[in-house]
């Protein structure tokens, strides 16, 4: 059974920390790219960050670059996102997703879905 299973939300304060993990089980990890989405309350879902397989090459949207950081440790199947100076427009629930080798620029056609953790930015 396939499962990606994300944590490490909560509360925190604007320019406040957090990191979310997403764990992976029931397919080869190393063959994936893995991102993170997010939605915000009567928004859509849109893509904030995205590694890549075998290069482990980096993608982030707009607001996020200089703030948030992807990283994966394969061995551990995990993904993090260490996301810094954290502003209340970053409230949404943030989703994992596992795309098969790279992160594709439409953002679409992910293979794998996992629940989401909540992250909730106070000013």
């Known amino acids: 059974e396939v499962q990606l299973q994300a944590s490490g939300g909560g509360l925190v304060q604007a320019d406040g920390s957090l990191r979310l993990s997403c764990v992976a089980s029931?397919?080869?990890?190393?063959?994936?790219?893995i991102a993170w989405f997010r939605q915000a309350p009567g928004k859509e879902r849109e893509g904030v960050s995205c590694?890549?397989?075998?290069?482990?090459?980096?993608y982030y949207r707009n607001s996020a670059k200089g703030r948030f950081t992807i990283s994966r440790d394969d061995a551990k199947n995990t993904v993090y996102l260490q996301m810094n100076s954290l502003k209340p427009g970053d409230t949404a629930v943030y989703y994992c997703a596992a795309e098969r080798w790279l992160c594709p620029s439409s953002w679409s056609g992910f293979d794998y879905w996992g629940k989401g953790t909540l992250v909730t930015v106070s000013s």
């Open positions: 029931g397919f080869t990890f190393d063959d994936y790219a």
């Open positions: 590694i890549a397989s075998s290069d482990h090459k980096t």
